[in-house]
């Protein structure tokens, strides 16, 4: 393995910030919490292993699938949504589907995003998978995809079932939101502050307040029952840093405002985005590969969130080999960045091989041998 050490200076003035005072988190109201990178790194949590119940949040997860099946085309924002008796029958919030009226899945994904509608996200749910039964194992089945340890979804919005809650935790919902947020079409329904559907018979307005209180506020979801209390997973940006703040069990609104706002006050104030060097990895030699090289990149793509203070010098750590032998799939590991600051690794990335290089074929390889023998018979005539 080669190791590259690459020093970087304070060069950007988001850096220089640095020099600020760093405010602390306080005390939080809720009993969960959790603050994310939208690339999934942890930066704060509060008791956010205890699973509790998510409410209407749970809508991350059915608007994460119905994104995953827009993206798959299996469904266009034009395909036509029935609502059915068992999804018109749904309790809370709701536009009052009535039993085979028909909305766009636009309009039903603006119903659930802004107006947090029940009925829709159940109509949904059975259009894409048949029964929301059907649906609710794809939720959980991509929950543990994920990496979610406490959580068992029991429908597709978030009620209560006959004896039965869905359950799980802020760490939890953090990583389904981050997922979520892989596919930014969502916020532009999340980031809608009053629409309306129906041809504008019918208003909605946004259940989450903080997208006209919160500055680069861009969704996504709120929840309330009340043995759930008041939930939010609020996502933001500035200055290309991406949140996901999330807050579980919170007594009253304010305090589900107050806490949101002060997680990601947190994270504005003590990171910052950060993007190596781009010429700093460069192509690797790939022996008997169908290609000369292949080209390294970082694991996640999103970037690195590095703390303010310890971002006035950093030190990048390459781990990558000489030269590789084909094959190499995409996606394969094949080093390490770490990130130091003061000698000490703050953030180590897995780096990936970007495309895949196949064994060269016999042909290639008896081409490969006559033209290396002929040039060095040529070579030698020359000589």
């Given at each position: 393995?080669?190791?590259i050490?690459?020093c970087?200076p304070v060069?950007c003035?988001?850096?220089?910030?640095?020099?600020?005072?760093?405010?602390e988190?306080g005390?939080?109201?809720?009993?969960?919490?959790?603050l994310?990178?939208?690339?999934g790194?942890?930066?704060y949590?509060y008791?956010?292993?205890e699973?509790?119940?998510?409410?209407?949040?749970t809508?991350?997860?059915?608007?994460?699938?119905?994104?995953?099946a827009?993206?798959?085309g299996?469904v266009t924002l034009?395909?036509?949504?029935?609502g059915?008796e068992?999804a018109?029958?749904?309790?809370?919030?709701?536009i009052?589907?009535?039993?085979?009226?028909?909305?766009?899945l636009d309009e039903?994904l603006k119903?659930?995003?802004?107006?947090?509608a029940?009925d829709c996200?159940v109509a949904?749910?059975?259009?894409?998978?048949?029964t929301?039964?059907?649906?609710v194992e794809?939720?959980n089945?991509?929950?543990?995809?994920?990496g979610c340890?406490e959580?068992?979804?029991?429908?597709?919005?978030?009620?209560?079932?006959?004896?039965q809650?869905?359950?799980?935790?802020?760490?939890?919902?953090?990583?389904?939101?981050?997922?979520?947020l892989?596919?930014?079409?969502?916020?532009?329904?999340t980031?809608i502050?009053?629409?309306?559907?129906?041809?504008?018979?019918?208003?909605?307005?946004n259940?989450?307040?903080m997208?006209?209180?919160y500055?680069?506020l861009?969704?996504?979801?709120?929840?309330?029952i009340?043995?759930?209390g008041?939930?939010?997973?609020a996502?933001a940006?500035r200055?290309g840093?991406?949140?996901?703040?999330?807050v579980?069990?919170?007594?009253?609104?304010?305090?589900?405002?107050?806490?949101?706002?002060?997680?990601?006050?947190?994270?504005?104030?003590?990171?910052v985005?950060?993007?190596?060097?781009?010429?700093l990895?460069?192509?690797?030699?790939?022996?008997l590969?169908?290609e000369p090289?292949?080209?390294?990149?970082?694991e996640?793509?999103d970037?690195?969130?590095?703390e303010?203070e310890?971002?006035?010098e950093l030190?990048?750590?390459l781990?990558?080999?000489?030269?590789?032998?084909?094959?190499?799939?995409?996606g394969?590991?094949i080093?390490?960045?770490?990130?130091?600051s003061?000698?000490?690794?703050?953030?180590?990335?897995p780096?990936?091989?970007a495309?895949t290089?196949?064994?060269?074929g016999l042909?290639?390889?008896?081409?490969d041998f006559?033209?290396?023998?002929?040039?060095q018979q040529k070579?030698n005539?020359?000589?």
């Amino acid at each position: 393995m080669k190791k590259i050490i690459c020093c970087l200076p304070v060069c950007c003035a988001l850096l220089m910030q640095t020099a600020l005072a760093l405010p602390e988190m306080g005390v939080l109201h809720a009993k969960s919490a959790a603050l994310y990178a939208a690339n999934g790194q942890e930066l704060y949590s509060y008791h956010a292993d205890e699973p509790l119940q998510p409410a209407s949040v749970t809508k991350i997860m059915t608007m994460l699938l119905t994104m995953e099946a827009l993206e798959r085309g299996e469904v266009t924002l034009d395909t036509m949504i029935t609502g059915s008796e068992y999804a018109c029958s749904m309790g809370g919030t709701q536009i009052w589907l009535e039993p085979g009226e028909q909305l766009s899945l636009d309009e039903m994904l603006k119903a659930i995003a802004v107006g947090s509608a029940n009925d829709c996200a159940v109509a949904v749910a059975e259009h894409l998978a048949g029964t929301e039964a059907a649906f609710v194992e794809r939720m959980n089945v991509r929950a543990a995809e994920l990496g979610c340890t406490e959580t068992q979804f029991i429908n597709a919005n978030g009620l209560d079932g006959m004896g039965q809650k869905t359950l799980t935790s802020a760490h939890d919902l953090a990583l389904i939101s981050c997922e979520l947020l892989k596919h930014p079409k969502i916020l532009e329904y999340t980031g809608i502050w009053m629409d309306s559907i129906r041809g504008g018979k019918f208003s909605l307005a946004n259940t989450n307040k903080m997208l006209r209180r919160y500055q680069g506020l861009t969704g996504l979801k709120t929840g309330y029952i009340s043995e759930a209390g008041f939930c939010i997973s609020a996502s933001a940006e500035r200055d290309g840093l991406s949140l996901v703040a999330v807050v579980m069990a919170a007594p009253t609104k304010e305090d589900r405002m107050a806490d949101a706002t002060a997680l990601l006050n947190y994270g504005f104030a003590n990171f910052v985005s950060y993007t190596p060097q781009a010429d700093l990895l460069q192509p690797i030699p790939v022996e008997l590969g169908s290609e000369p090289s292949v080209q390294p990149v970082l694991e996640n793509s999103d970037g690195l969130v590095i703390e303010k203070e310890k971002a006035a010098e950093l030190e990048t750590r390459l781990d990558l080999p000489e030269k590789l032998t084909a094959p190499v799939e995409a996606g394969q590991k094949i080093g390490e960045l770490s990130i130091l600051s003061g000698g000490e690794a703050i953030l180590q990335v897995p780096l990936t091989a970007a495309e895949t290089v196949q064994v060269k074929g016999l042909l290639d390889l008896l081409s490969d041998f006559w033209s290396g023998l002929f040039g060095q018979q040529k070579e030698n005539q020359t000589n």
